[in-house]
């Protein structure tokens, strides 16, 4: 497609219930990237990938957030036992080359922990 | 480690005037791209301009571009003939040579008055 998707737009979970996050690249992006955006000013890197392979997971709390891009199928974020901490937006990034091309975003994935 | 910096929290300009948002980045990298991202209070990820640090010229996309001023690692946004629906939080974000981490600066929050 033409334009990073993310499923669901917004996700609701109890605290400890797991929480799992869609992102389909734009066809032909080999990178990846997944960010967490607590507040409206802050974002932290969660983890790329370069196809199906992790390139830099240095973002992600490895105990609760595990993420996966698999080949024929969406990239996933999942969080296991959910907390209210991890309330936030989640966005995805795909990009053709990051050297050289734009690095567009998703529409974001809300997810509330209540 | 890499870092960006956007001094300016929040500003005003007046419709149709110019603006210039600031960005300063921190790299060991010899190579690197720098973007701007708008973030409207919609809450999506709107990409406007992308740098690479062996352009000579400066970007530009429509009314945007981007004063890239290497010896002092900075890239600052301007937008020409401001309007209304250019109120929202401006990102300048940094990727690193290796392609693999995207980094945000804190943003700054433009409001444009009519």
């Known amino acids: 497609g033409e334009e990073v998707a993310q499923t669901p737009k917004h996700l609701v979970r109890g605290e400890g219930q797991k929480a799992k996050l869609y992102c389909a690249p734009i066809k032909g992006h080999s990178y990846v990237f997944w960010y967490q955006q607590v507040l409206k000013n802050e974002f932290k890197f969660l983890i790329s990938f370069q196809n199906e392979n992790v390139f830099d997971e240095t973002g992600m709390p490895k105990e609760r957030f595990s993420a996966k891009c698999l080949p024929n199928s969406p990239c996933s974020l999942e969080i296991q036992a959910t907390k209210l901490e991890d309330s936030a937006v989640y966005f995805c990034?795909?990009?053709?080359?990051?050297?050289?091309?734009?690095?567009?975003f998703g529409q974001g994935t809300r997810l509330t922990v209540v | 480690a890499q870092k960006i910096t956007q001094t300016q929290p929040g500003m005003f300009v007046q419709e149709k005037e110019a603006v210039t948002l600031d960005c300063t980045y921190d790299t060991s990298d010899q190579s690197y791209g720098l973007f701007w991202y708008k973030q409207p209070s919609s809450g999506e990820m709107i990409f406007l301009i992308y740098?690479?640090?062996?352009?000579?010229q400066n970007a530009t996309e429509g009314r945007y571009s981007l004063n890239f001023q290497k010896a002092r690692k900075s890239a600052n946004l301007v937008i020409s003939a401001s309007q209304l629906g250019d109120s929202a939080m401006y990102f300048c974000?940094?990727?690193?040579?290796?392609?693999?981490?995207?980094?945000f600066g804190g943003g700054t929050r433009l409001m444009v008055k009519p």
């Open positions: 990034a795909s990009s053709q080359s990051p050297r050289g091309q734009e690095a567009f």
């Open positions: 974000a940094m990727i690193n040579n290796a392609g693999n981490m995207l980094t």
């Open positions: 740098q690479g640090s062996y352009d000579e």
